[in-house]
Protein backbone atom coordinates (compact mmCIF):
# COMPACT_ATOMS: atom_id res chain seq x y z
CA UNK A 1 0.00 0.00 0.00
CA UNK A 2 1.22 3.12 -1.05
CA UNK A 3 0.54 6.34 1.17
CA UNK A 4 0.68 9.74 -1.20
CA UNK A 5 1.05 13.38 0.32
CA UNK A 6 2.09 16.26 -2.42
CA UNK A 7 2.50 19.75 -0.67
CA UNK A 8 1.77 22.59 -2.95
CA UNK A 9 2.60 26.14 -3.11
CA UNK A 10 -0.38 29.22 -2.55
CA UNK A 11 -3.63 27.09 -3.46
CA UNK A 12 -6.37 29.62 -4.47
CA UNK A 13 -8.92 30.01 -2.10
CA UNK A 14 -12.49 29.99 -3.41
CA UNK A 15 -15.74 30.73 -1.29
CA UNK A 16 -17.86 27.92 -1.31
CA UNK A 17 -21.12 30.13 -1.45
CA UNK A 18 -22.99 28.14 -4.26
CA UNK A 19 -25.48 25.70 -4.58
CA UNK A 20 -25.45 22.59 -2.33
CA UNK A 21 -26.58 19.52 -4.00
CA UNK A 22 -26.91 16.01 -2.71
CA UNK A 23 -27.02 12.27 -4.09
CA UNK A 24 -28.62 9.76 -1.74
CA UNK A 25 -29.64 6.21 -2.61
CA UNK A 26 -33.12 6.69 -1.29
CA UNK A 27 -33.27 9.51 -3.65
CA UNK A 28 -34.75 10.22 -6.94
CA UNK A 29 -33.22 11.40 -10.03
CA UNK A 30 -36.11 13.67 -11.01
CA UNK A 31 -35.65 15.67 -8.12
CA UNK A 32 -33.93 19.10 -8.33
CA UNK A 33 -31.04 17.51 -5.64
CA UNK A 34 -30.76 20.80 -3.76
CA UNK A 35 -32.03 19.10 -0.55
CA UNK A 36 -31.29 15.71 1.40
CA UNK A 37 -35.46 15.42 1.12
CA UNK A 38 -34.84 16.37 -2.90
CA UNK A 39 -31.75 14.50 -3.66
CA UNK A 40 -30.42 12.87 -6.19
CA UNK A 41 -29.97 9.00 -6.71
CA UNK A 42 -27.51 8.18 -9.34
CA UNK A 43 -24.00 9.23 -10.32
CA UNK A 44 -25.07 9.22 -13.93
CA UNK A 45 -27.36 12.67 -12.52
CA UNK A 46 -24.67 14.18 -11.17
CA UNK A 47 -22.26 13.79 -14.19
CA UNK A 48 -25.10 15.71 -16.11
CA UNK A 49 -25.75 18.37 -14.48
CA UNK A 50 -24.14 21.60 -15.46
CA UNK A 51 -22.70 22.83 -12.13
CA UNK A 52 -21.75 26.68 -11.56
CA UNK A 53 -18.27 27.89 -9.60
CA UNK A 54 -18.52 27.67 -5.97
CA UNK A 55 -20.93 24.55 -6.05
CA UNK A 56 -21.14 21.38 -3.84
CA UNK A 57 -21.94 17.97 -4.20
CA UNK A 58 -22.34 16.04 -0.93
CA UNK A 59 -22.72 12.19 -1.82
CA UNK A 60 -24.19 9.65 1.83
CA UNK A 61 -21.79 8.57 3.74
CA UNK A 62 -21.74 5.01 4.53
CA UNK A 63 -24.10 4.38 1.10
CA UNK A 64 -22.21 2.72 -1.90
CA UNK A 65 -22.96 4.41 -5.72
CA UNK A 66 -22.27 2.42 -9.04
CA UNK A 67 -20.67 3.70 -11.73
CA UNK A 68 -18.44 6.67 -12.00
CA UNK A 69 -17.84 10.19 -11.54
CA UNK A 70 -16.65 12.77 -14.72
CA UNK A 71 -15.99 16.56 -14.10
CA UNK A 72 -14.66 18.36 -17.37
CA UNK A 73 -13.73 21.78 -18.39
CA UNK A 74 -15.18 22.91 -14.82
CA UNK A 75 -13.96 25.41 -12.41
CA UNK A 76 -15.01 25.70 -8.51
CA UNK A 77 -16.66 22.57 -7.28
CA UNK A 78 -16.37 20.52 -3.96
CA UNK A 79 -17.25 16.73 -3.87
CA UNK A 80 -17.52 15.52 -0.51
CA UNK A 81 -19.18 12.33 1.41
CA UNK A 82 -21.48 13.11 3.95
CA UNK A 83 -21.33 11.93 7.46
CA UNK A 84 -18.83 9.81 9.59
CA UNK A 85 -18.25 7.27 7.10
CA UNK A 86 -17.23 8.27 3.40
CA UNK A 87 -18.93 7.34 0.84
CA UNK A 88 -17.74 4.57 -1.66
CA UNK A 89 -17.92 4.78 -5.73
CA UNK A 90 -17.63 1.50 -6.69
CA UNK A 91 -16.96 1.68 -10.66
CA UNK A 92 -15.99 -1.43 -11.80
CA UNK A 93 -14.02 -2.01 -14.82
CA UNK A 94 -14.02 1.75 -15.24
CA UNK A 95 -12.37 4.98 -13.58
CA UNK A 96 -13.70 5.72 -10.53
CA UNK A 97 -13.20 9.87 -10.85
CA UNK A 98 -12.09 11.29 -14.26
CA UNK A 99 -11.05 15.19 -13.96
CA UNK A 100 -10.47 16.93 -17.59
CA UNK A 101 -9.49 20.20 -18.08
CA UNK A 102 -10.06 21.34 -14.20
CA UNK A 103 -9.46 24.14 -11.81
CA UNK A 104 -10.32 24.71 -8.16
CA UNK A 105 -12.09 21.18 -7.44
CA UNK A 106 -11.81 19.81 -3.83
CA UNK A 107 -12.71 16.15 -3.45
CA UNK A 108 -12.80 14.62 -0.17
CA UNK A 109 -13.64 11.49 2.00
CA UNK A 110 -14.52 9.33 -0.55
CA UNK A 111 -13.42 5.52 -1.11
CA UNK A 112 -13.15 4.16 -4.89
CA UNK A 113 -13.32 0.71 -5.90
CA UNK A 114 -12.88 -1.05 -9.00
CA UNK A 115 -13.28 -4.87 -9.74
CA UNK A 116 -9.76 -6.05 -9.51
CA UNK A 117 -7.32 -7.50 -12.07
CA UNK A 118 -7.92 -8.65 -14.86
CA UNK A 119 -11.15 -6.81 -14.99
CA UNK A 120 -10.24 -3.46 -14.85
CA UNK A 121 -7.95 -1.29 -17.35
CA UNK A 122 -8.30 1.74 -15.72
CA UNK A 123 -6.87 4.51 -13.48
CA UNK A 124 -8.77 5.35 -10.16
CA UNK A 125 -8.26 9.00 -10.45
CA UNK A 126 -7.61 10.45 -13.75
CA UNK A 127 -6.53 13.82 -13.67
CA UNK A 128 -5.98 15.13 -17.23
CA UNK A 129 -5.11 18.17 -18.92
CA UNK A 130 -6.23 17.63 -22.62
CA UNK A 131 -6.00 21.55 -23.73
CA UNK A 132 -2.31 22.81 -24.80
CA UNK A 133 -0.76 25.68 -23.37
CA UNK A 134 -3.14 25.54 -20.73
CA UNK A 135 -2.22 25.24 -17.08
CA UNK A 136 -5.16 24.12 -14.67
CA UNK A 137 -4.81 25.00 -10.60
CA UNK A 138 -5.99 24.47 -7.33
CA UNK A 139 -6.77 20.86 -7.16
CA UNK A 140 -6.99 19.23 -3.40
CA UNK A 141 -7.85 15.85 -2.85
CA UNK A 142 -8.15 14.81 0.75
CA UNK A 143 -8.88 11.32 2.73
CA UNK A 144 -9.72 8.86 -0.28
CA UNK A 145 -8.64 5.33 -0.72
CA UNK A 146 -8.38 4.29 -3.85
CA UNK A 147 -7.76 0.42 -4.89
CA UNK A 148 -8.74 -2.01 -7.28
CA UNK A 149 -8.10 -0.66 -10.37
CA UNK A 150 -6.12 -2.38 -13.48
CA UNK A 151 -3.79 0.76 -14.52
CA UNK A 152 -2.76 3.39 -11.71
CA UNK A 153 -4.73 4.20 -9.01
CA UNK A 154 -4.19 8.17 -9.14
CA UNK A 155 -2.74 9.17 -12.52
CA UNK A 156 -2.03 12.97 -13.40
CA UNK A 157 -1.25 13.56 -17.19
CA UNK A 158 -0.76 15.81 -20.10
CA UNK A 159 -1.14 15.31 -23.55
CA UNK A 160 0.55 18.73 -24.59
CA UNK A 161 3.78 19.19 -23.11
CA UNK A 162 2.23 22.54 -23.14
CA UNK A 163 0.02 22.16 -20.76
CA UNK A 164 -0.46 21.01 -17.17
CA UNK A 165 -1.65 21.04 -13.33
CA UNK A 166 -0.39 23.95 -10.78
CA UNK A 167 -1.26 24.45 -7.15
CA UNK A 168 -2.03 20.39 -6.40
CA UNK A 169 -2.44 18.59 -3.09
CA UNK A 170 -3.29 15.16 -2.34
CA UNK A 171 -3.52 14.49 1.67
CA UNK A 172 -4.39 11.73 3.51
CA UNK A 173 -4.97 9.38 0.85
CA UNK A 174 -4.27 5.35 0.46
CA UNK A 175 -3.83 3.83 -2.93
CA UNK A 176 -3.94 0.07 -2.80
CA UNK A 177 -4.27 -3.09 -4.67
CA UNK A 178 -3.96 -1.27 -7.79
CA UNK A 179 -1.10 -2.02 -10.67
CA UNK A 180 0.83 -0.52 -10.39
CA UNK A 181 -0.07 2.39 -7.74
CA UNK A 182 0.85 6.18 -8.51
CA UNK A 183 1.60 7.72 -11.85
CA UNK A 184 2.86 11.79 -12.26
CA UNK A 185 3.59 12.75 -15.38
CA UNK A 186 6.35 15.38 -15.36
CA UNK A 187 5.01 17.50 -18.25
CA UNK A 188 1.54 17.15 -16.30
CA UNK A 189 3.16 18.79 -12.95
CA UNK A 190 4.43 21.90 -13.79
CA UNK A 191 7.74 22.23 -12.53
CA UNK A 192 7.71 19.19 -10.55
CA UNK A 193 10.28 16.81 -8.85
CA UNK A 194 9.55 14.02 -7.12
CA UNK A 195 11.18 12.57 -3.66
CA UNK A 196 10.40 8.54 -2.91
CA UNK A 197 11.12 7.56 1.22
CA UNK A 198 9.69 4.39 2.74
CA UNK A 199 6.55 4.10 0.67
CA UNK A 200 5.57 7.61 1.01
CA UNK A 201 6.04 9.63 -2.38
CA UNK A 202 5.92 13.82 -2.16
CA UNK A 203 6.40 15.60 -5.17
CA UNK A 204 6.87 19.32 -4.63
CA UNK A 205 4.93 21.19 -7.03
CA UNK A 206 6.38 24.88 -7.31
CA UNK A 207 4.34 27.74 -9.11
Do not use: K
Not at 44 to 69: C, E, H, P
Amino acid sequence: MWVLALAFSAWGQLCWAGQHYFVRLDGNDQHSGVSPARAWRSLDRLNRQVFTRGDTVYLQGGATFVGSIRIADHAGLRLEGLGAAPAVIFSGEHAGLELVNASQVVVRHLHFRGSGSPHNHSHGLHIVATRPARHFRGLLFQHLDVSGYGLHGICVSSLWATAGFRDVRFNHIQSHHNIPTVCLDVMSLVASSCGYNRGEIEPHVAQ
